[in-house]
């Protein structure tokens, strides 16, 4: 903030506080919470695939397993953001925003071009790249803004983990009641909108998104809470206006006032983010007009400095600084800064280069924070490896086919898009809950994250089986559990990354963590889903004595289509809930102590100085 020296008259002086008021609110903590929400609110096009795929599927002329390349290719990128997480440790949060946002607008606009037949027909590993880069703008948005505000609040990290989260689990009903407004119900348009809507938000609010010292307040968990009602509220109203639509015809008109109202909804932060900004501003004023009064007090005044006679100033002589270790790491990435430090007894001049590998495998206490490599290659980081590529690989192969699930069981296209609609409305709930939920239940019970994470997998088996078997109208609630699930698990696997190997690293490890959704999907959704559904395809083709004609695309009808796919999913469910309960073992003790102690004491040295 700027405070001028001196201004004169009361309109001058309204215009000071206006204007210093405004710079408050825009380079202010929780605007930049704002900022956050609402580019993690447009950034989850990823989960909108059941809405497009049939059009690429039909355009292209692809097969199931074709489709579902595609659709592991689209997990692979927005899940694998080992780039953008090292990239953020060198570089400014708004690099890694501004490089998602052109990788964002690129994939998707091609992959516009060729499904509207603007371009020539794409080989398949064209769309693949296409889409994989698209897709990969997510994790350039997550790391660039999610990361970022969990740095900036470690102490609430699960409940900002949960917000955001549940911002892009919302992202999906959000996109989709606009796309109406924008285009009606051509759904070819919708890939046009997610090429340019998230990439435009991401741009505007490119300068307010940065790292923050941390200061400690007595209400942050209340505004986070202020926030969570507005959520709660939009996904409401959300809920609602899918309901009314799917037993209504809407006209365009009536499309573009439910979109108006989620606009409102979307923007109402701001009036919480207006008054907390408000508090602040008003608690150090006094201090910056104090400052004022003496800085024009010296001015006027300057003090005068009297030397001895004959005696000049000389400058200050340069004092050798004590020189560390050269480590064979680049700007020591992989190494915690006690393991560089200079050996006893060792000539200064003279130091041996120190391999960053002796430290992998003797990593410090969970808490403290880990290299990179001390945490790749830990038995926690394994053991949620695992957890992640069969727990979301199962629930993320369930939400990618759908529409494809949908139709095979009957259900009119209406449904369909309902379907999606609730998948998206319940990930929000599922993010939101576990984030907040976990923070209260370690909080007051020292309940640990894990432990949740593994009842969450319990609960996804129930879905997996109620597709598995088609029971009639059951596709409703398996779309409600599939998408609370896969909510649900993001915040607690994240979460609980940062709790065990630290933030120091955090914008890297957040992304290892991620990398193990698309293997999940790549086993379960293409090698297993993909093709037990082509071949129970073909297997009715030849009992009706048809074959494949080349260029069309390939249909199966029945619940025997996904029957055995998801049994298998729900073995590979039902495991990694067994690998996420050996974490609950092997951390307890860690999570009965005080694992935010030393973030409290870091806001205690701030506020003294």
Same mark, same amino acid.
């Given at each position: 903030?700027v405070v001028e020296a001196d201004m004169s008259g009361a309109g001058g002086g309204s215009s000071r506080r206006m204007r210093s008021y405004g710079h408050q609110i825009l380079t202010g903590r929780w605007f930049m919470v704002f900022a956050s929400l609402l580019i993690m609110s447009m950034a989850g096009?990823?989960?909108?695939?059941?809405?497009?795929?049939?059009?690429?599927?039909?355009?292209?002329?692809?097969?199931?397993?074709?489709?579902?390349?595609?659709?592991?290719?689209?997990?692979?990128?927005?899940?694998?953001?080992?780039? /953008? @997480?090292?990239?953020?440790?060198?570089?400014?949060?708004?690099?890694?925003?501004?490089?998602?946002?052109?990788?964002?607008?690129?994939?998707?606009?091609?992959?516009?071009?060729?499904?509207?037949?603007?371009?020539?027909?794409?080989?398949?590993?064209?769309?693949?790249?296409?889409?994989?880069?698209?897709?990969?703008?997510?994790?350039?948005?997550?790391?660039?803004?999610?990361?970022?505000?969990?740095?900036?609040?470690?102490?609430?990290?699960?409940?900002?983990? @949960?917000?955001?989260?549940?911002?892009?689990?919302?992202?999906?009903?959000?996109?989709?009641?606009?796309?109406?407004?924008?285009?009606?119900?051509?759904?070819?348009?919708?890939?046009?909108?997610?090429?340019?809507?998230?990439?435009?938000?991401?741009?505007?609010?490119?300068?307010?998104?940065?790292?923050?010292?941390?200061?400690?307040?007595?209400?942050?968990?209340?505004?986070?809470?202020?926030?969570?009602?507005?959520?709660?509220?939009?996904?409401?109203?959300?809920?609602?206006?899918?309901?009314?639509?799917?037993?209504?015809?809407?006209?365009?008109?009536?499309?573009?006032?439910?979109?108006?109202?989620?606009?409102?909804?979307?923007?109402?932060?701001?009036?919480?983010?207006?008054?907390?900004?408000?508090?602040?501003?008003?608690?150090?004023?006094?201090?910056?007009?104090?400052?004022?009064?003496?800085?024009?007090?010296?001015?006027?005044?300057?003090?005068?400095?009297?030397?001895?006679?004959?005696?000049?100033? &000389?400058?200050?002589?340069?004092?050798?600084?004590?020189?560390?270790?050269?480590?064979?790491?680049?700007?020591?990435?992989?190494?915690?800064?006690?393991?560089?430090?200079?050996?006893?007894?060792?000539?200064?001049?003279?130091?041996?280069?120190? /391999?960053?590998?002796?430290?992998?495998?003797?990593?410090?206490?969970?808490?403290?924070?880990?290299?990179?490599?001390?945490?790749?290659?830990?038995?926690?980081?394994?053991?949620?490896?695992?957890?992640?590529?069969?727990?979301?690989?199962?629930?993320?192969?369930?939400?990618?086919?759908?529409?494809?699930?949908?139709?095979?069981?009957?259900?009119?296209?209406?449904?369909?898009?309902?379907?999606?609609?609730?998948?998206?409305?319940?990930?929000?709930?599922?993010?939101?809950?576990?984030?907040?939920? /976990?923070?209260?239940?370690?909080?007051?019970?020292?309940?640990?994250?894990?432990?949740?994470?593994?009842?969450?997998? $319990?609960?996804?088996?129930?879905?997996?089986?109620?597709?598995?078997?088609?029971?009639?109208? /059951?596709?409703?609630?398996?779309?409600?559990?599939?998408?609370?699930?896969?909510?649900?698990?993001?915040?607690?696997?994240?979460?609980?990354?940062?709790?065990?190997?630290?933030?120091?690293?955090?914008?890297?490890?957040?992304?290892?963590?991620?990398?193990?959704?698309?293997? @999940?999907?790549?086993?379960?959704?293409?090698?297993?889903?993909?093709?037990?559904?082509?071949?129970?395809?073909?297997?009715? $083709?030849?009992?009706?004595?048809?074959?494949?004609? &080349?260029?069309?695309?390939?249909?199966?009808?029945?619940?025997?289509?996904?029957?055995?796919?998801?049994?298998?999913?729900?073995?590979?469910?039902?495991?990694?809930?067994?690998?996420?309960?050996?974490?609950?073992?092997?951390?307890?003790?860690?999570?009965?102590?005080?694992?935010?102690?030393?973030?409290?004491?870091?806001?205690?040295?701030?506020? &003294?100085?």
């Amino acid at each position: 903030m700027v405070v001028e020296a001196d201004m004169s008259g009361a309109g001058g002086g309204s215009s000071r506080r206006m204007r210093s008021y405004g710079h408050q609110i825009l380079t202010g903590r929780w605007f930049m919470v704002f900022a956050s929400l609402l580019i993690m609110s447009m950034a989850g096009a990823t989960y909108m695939f059941g809405l497009y795929s049939g059009d690429i599927k039909s355009s292209l002329g692809y097969d199931q397993t074709t489709l579902n390349l595609l659709s592991f290719f689209k997990d692979l990128g927005g899940n694998i953001g080992i780039v /953008s @997480g090292l990239i953020m440790e060198v570089t400014p949060p708004w690099v890694v925003l501004l490089m998602g946002a052109t990788m964002n607008f690129f994939g998707y606009f091609m992959i516009w071009l060729a499904v509207t037949g603007r371009i020539a027909k794409p080989e398949v590993w064209q769309m693949c790249l296409y889409i994989c880069v698209g897709a990969n703008s997510q994790a350039f948005a997550n790391t660039g803004a999610l990361v970022t505000c969990v740095k900036n609040f470690p102490e609430s990290r699960g409940v900002v983990l @949960g917000l955001l989260k549940g911002f892009v689990g919302l992202s999906g009903a959000i996109i989709t009641q606009l796309y109406h407004a924008f285009y009606g119900n051509n759904s070819k348009s919708l890939i046009l909108l997610i090429a340019w809507l998230p990439a435009a938000i991401s741009c505007i609010f490119l300068p307010t998104i940065r790292i923050l010292k941390i200061v400690g307040r007595s209400n942050e968990l209340k505004i986070f809470y202020n926030l969570l009602y507005i959520s709660l509220a939009l996904a409401g109203f959300l809920m609602i206006i899918i309901i009314v639509q799917n037993l209504f015809i809407f006209t365009r008109a009536e499309y573009a006032g439910s979109a108006s109202v989620v606009l409102i909804l979307l923007l109402a932060p701001l009036a919480v983010v207006g008054r907390e900004e408000l508090k602040i501003w008003k608690t150090r004023k006094p201090m910056f007009d104090d400052a004022s009064d003496h800085l024009k007090v010296v001015t006027e005044n300057p003090p005068s400095i009297e030397l001895p006679h004959n005696q000049e100033i &000389q400058p200050a002589a340069s004092t050798p600084q004590n020189q560390e270790n050269p480590v064979s790491c680049s700007n020591n990435v992989f190494r915690p800064p006690e393991a560089i430090q200079p050996a006893p007894n060792t000539p200064q001049n003279h130091q041996h280069p120190v /391999s960053c590998w002796n430290s992998v495998f003797r990593p410090p206490e969970r808490g403290s924070d880990h290299t990179i490599l001390q945490a790749l290659f830990s038995i926690d980081m394994l053991i949620l490896f695992t957890t992640t590529t069969f727990g979301v690989g199962g629930t993320l192969t369930a939400i990618d086919n759908l529409g494809q699930i949908g139709r095979s069981l009957g259900y009119p296209r209406k449904s369909i898009t309902t379907f999606i609609s609730l998948v998206s409305i319940w990930n929000y709930l599922g993010r939101v809950t576990s984030g907040f939920a /976990s923070e209260i239940l370690l909080a007051k019970y020292k309940f640990p994250r894990p432990l949740m994470l593994t009842l969450v997998l $319990l609960v996804s088996c129930t879905g997996h089986l109620l597709i598995a078997f088609g029971v009639p109208n /059951s596709l409703y609630v398996a779309s409600v559990i599939m998408g609370f699930c896969f909510g649900a698990q993001w915040p607690l696997i994240y979460a609980i990354i940062s709790e065990l190997f630290g933030l120091k690293y955090y914008s890297t490890l957040y992304n290892i963590g991620a990398g193990a959704s698309p293997v @999940g999907a790549y086993i379960l959704n293409v090698s297993v889903a993909g093709h037990l559904y082509d071949k129970m395809a073909l297997k009715q $083709l030849a009992a009706k004595g048809l074959a494949r004609k &080349q260029g069309k695309d390939l249909s199966c009808n029945g619940t025997e289509c996904y029957k055995m796919a998801f049994l298998i999913i729900t073995a590979a469910t039902l495991m990694g809930s067994i690998v996420s309960f050996i974490l609950v073992i092997r951390t307890r003790k860690f999570y009965k102590g005080d694992i935010y102690k030393k973030f409290r004491e870091q806001a205690e040295r701030s506020s &003294q100085h």
